[in-house]
Structures are given as C-alpha cells and as structure tokens.
C-alpha cells in the first residue's frame, strides 16, 4: 500500500512539474506576443521626415518645432525634423535626389529662385493643387505665380510649391551714427543720386569724430553666392529699368539696350567700392556678414532680406527703438518709384516621397491662417505673411513696430514683381551660379572693365538658357 500511495504521489508531482512548465511557456510566448505586437504597432506608424533651413534666430527653429509639435499631438502622427543651413541644405537636397532618397518634403529660404524650378523641371516634385486650389483666394496672384513651376517631364505648369511667407530687401541704418554728425531720418532724400551721396557724405563726416572709418554702405562683392547680393544687384538693374527677360520668357540680354543697362548697373555698384565707401574685405564675405558689419558698426547702412537684423537686436528696446532704423528704397533715376522684387517662400513635397498624403496633410495645418500667424510671430516675424487673412491680423496693419509697419507698405502698397525664374526657370541657374556677383567681383579683383564683365556675364547666360532647351 505504502508503495501505492508513493507512486501516486511521483505520479502527481511529475503532471505538476509539467504543468508549471507548460504555465511558463505560455506566459512566455504571451509575453513575447505583446511584445512583437507592440513593436509592430509602432513600426505601423508612419514617419514625415521634413528638412527645413535653420533659422537666423534660435526662435525660428523653435518656432517651427512647436508647429510639428501641435501636429504630431493632434493627429498622432511621428516627424522626424532635420535643420540645415542654407547651403548644407541646398547640398544634401541635390545628392539625396541623385541617390532617389529625398525626405518627405523640404522648406528653404532660397530654394523658390535657386533650386524648386530645377526639380520641378525634372518631375521630382509633387503636384500640390489639391493643396491650393480649395483656398487659393487668401492668396495675391504674384503669390500664386510664384509656386507655380513648369515640369519638362509632363509639359506642363501647375503648383508645386505652398507658400509659407515671403519677403524682399530692406535698407537698415544706424539712426545714432547719424545723428552724431547732425544727421536725421527726415533728411534722407528721395532721389536716387542724392540717397547714396547722403551716405557717402555721412562716412566722411564721422571719419572725422571717430578714431575708425566707418563705412557708408554695406555693399557685398563676393564671388560666391549669396542671396544679398543678387537680390540688391537685381534692384539696382531694376531701378535702371532693365529688363532682362520678357512676360514670355524671351531672354533679351543680347539687345543692345539691355546690354548698355547691365554695363551702367555694374559700374555704378563697383564705383561705391572703388571709392572707398565699402570695406575692402566685402570681396569676401559670406551671407550673413553684412548683418554682423552692421551689428558690429563697422558699416552705417546695408541692404538685407528679411527683418533679421532687427531681429537680432529686439531684446534691446532702445536700440530697436531708437539706435537702429529701417528705410525703403530711394525712386528710380527716371523719378520712379522702386518696384520691388519678392521672394515668395514655399515648401515642397517630393514626388518619390513614401508619405505624400501624409506630408500634405501636415502642410494643410501649417497654411491655416490661425497656424502660420501664430508661426510667424513665434519666428520673431523676420518674413512677413503671404495670405490676406494673415495680413490683415492687427499684429502687421496696427503695429507701432517701425520694421513690422514698413514690410507691410512695402509689400502691400508698393510696386512688386517676382524674380525672372517665374518667366523662365533657367534663370534659376543665373542666380545660383552668381553670375551677377561674379561679374562685379572681376571688376574689383581682376580689373576688368564693366562692359567685359558685361560681355562675359551675358555670354554665360545665354549658354545656360541653350542648356535648358
């Protein structure tokens, strides 16, 4: 009996060690189930991987992080976000499309003139209609122009890009500089011979208060591209009323009077230099040193797109205020008023892109009026709004804010045109390689007359515009 009972017992003791084995092994693969179901529930989600250029400002990029951030809250979607300088930005853009591994989609501040008629020429952008059409009346027509490109693959125009904000060049001064040599907003002239003098006499003048030469203007002449140069030179031939490209995208810089207007605009600007109201190292410098040379005084005016020189200096309330001040442009030679040239700056999704919707659905949110002022604001407003909506917010049409106030009558009640890649995209290329700042810069290093810097300007101009046949 007793040897019953014992062989009962290592009966029950084996089905119960077996049985614990079996609980373990199910906790286990139910483990190891919820486990892969969780990791396959995040791959699940999918992840909007937008570039986007870094700001000036610290802000900017803050700015733009707390829109993605709202975004992915809302909707639960993931973004991967990326910053790059400009041209880290314009270089990694290039190779991933070589390499057909763009990001979802792209914003640049530069992109719009040097880089989007180029991918959209080449079918690598995404058709954003269904984007603009619904609110295309919150735009200008000069802004719909501007997103509007032509694809060479379909032969056809249509919007490629979603205009985000725009902007176009300011001239900003030191108020106190001047007024130590008795110098003051209200004796600014409106001609255009007599505005540049009057900075001109203003260096001599403080040459004999300060230990230092304080340079009249701001002017760069570097060889290698910067969005400043171009976009003041293109101003200049803008005020000598040169017209480099017709409606039809005819390239007219072989006629004789067009040639005659480049030669005039480059000796004019070289001559500024020759003379000694330019420092010397300007030949050098890169995109942003005309803001640090006038942060810096060392130069008493300069030309720059964008409010960021303002932008720079805000948290100081007396040199916002009082020290530093903002002008527009003189009138032309002929008495004209200045028509100025816009930068229309947009996003752009990649055709090639495996989340187009998704990258759609982000640049709907970010378009809403309500979105992009709040955005813009955050950003420390250094690009003013390209939506009537936004434009009609009390912050730009009831500011006491002397930057805020001249952007918005600027760029609401004065003359404005687009640059000439809306008319032909080959004039992307005429910007991007600095042609213009080639030419001027040739004129200072090598000595070269205008009318060979001319000549050999137009010479590679027309060479581009046969490439892009």
């Not at 919820?34 to 990791?39: F, H, K, L, M, R």
Request: hydrophobic fraction near 40%; charge should be neutral; proline fraction near 5%.
């Amino acid at each position: 009996m007793r040897k019953s009972l014992g062989c009962s017992l290592k009966k029950c003791c084996i089905y119960l060690a077996i049985a614990c084995c079996l609980i373990v092994i199910s906790c286990s693969n139910n483990l190891k189930s919820t486990q892969t179901s969780a990791v396959e529930t995040a791959d699940q989600i999918p992840t909007l991987n937008i570039w986007w250029e870094k700001g000036f400002n610290l802000e900017e990029d803050e700015a733009l992080q707390t829109v993605v951030d709202d975004w992915e809250k809302l909707t639960g979607n993931q973004v991967n976000l990326s910053f790059f300088t400009a041209s880290e930005l314009a270089t990694k853009v290039k190779r991933a499309v070589r390499a057909n591994n763009t990001p979802c989609l792209m914003m640049s501040q530069t992109a719009d003139r040097t880089l989007y008629p180029r991918l959209a020429w080449q079918g690598k952008l995404e058709d954003v209609s269904d984007i603009i059409e619904p609110v295309r009346d919150s735009y200008s027509e000069n802004i719909l122009k501007a997103a509007t490109y032509y694809n060479s693959t379909l032969d056809r125009t249509s919007y490629y890009g979603v205009p985000v904000h725009q902007s176009t060049i300011f001239i900003f001064y030191w108020q106190q500089l001047l007024a130590s040599v008795g110098l003051y907003q209200q004796n600014l002239p409106q001609d255009w011979d007599d505005f540049w003098q009057f900075w001109q006499q203003a260096q001599l003048k403080l040459k004999t208060r300060q230990d230092r030469t304080i340079y009249g203007l701001g002017l760069t002449f570097a060889n290698r591209g910067t969005e400043d140069l171009y976009f003041f030179f293109e101003h200049i031939l803008e005020a000598f009323n040169v017209t480099l490209i017709n409606s039809q995208g005819e390239l007219l810089v072989n006629r004789p009077k067009v040639r005659q207007g480049i030669i005039k605009a480059l000796d004019w600007y070289t001559q500024l230099y020759k003379q000694g109201f330019v420092p010397p190292d300007t030949v050098n410098w890169l995109n942003t040193d005309n803001n640090l040379n006038l942060l810096n005084r060392i130069v008493l005016m300069t030309p720059n797109v964008t409010l960021s020189i303002p932008a720079a200096i805000r948290q100081d309330s007396d040199t916002y205020y009082n020290k530093l001040r903002i002008s527009e442009f003189p009138h032309k030679p002929n008495g004209e008023p200045m028509r100025y040239i816009i930068s229309v700056r947009q996003a752009v999704i990649f055709r090639n892109s495996p989340h187009v919707s998704l990258a759609k659905e982000f640049l709907q949110y970010l378009i809403q009026p309500e979105i992009t002022a709040k955005y813009l604001q955050n950003s420390g407003n250094r690009n003013q709004p390209v939506q009537k909506q936004v434009w009609a917010n009390p912050l730009w049409q009831q500011t006491s804010d002397p930057y805020l106030a001249t952007a918005t009558k600027i760029l609401n009640q004065s003359p404005t045109r687009l640059f000439y890649v809306v008319d032909n995209p080959a004039y992307s290329q005429v910007l991007e390689e600095n042609i213009w700042g080639k030419a001027l810069n040739r004129i200072i290093i090598a000595n070269i007359s205008p009318q060979q810097a001319a000549d050999e300007a137009i010479a590679r101009i027309e060479q581009i515009f046969q490439e892009w046949k």
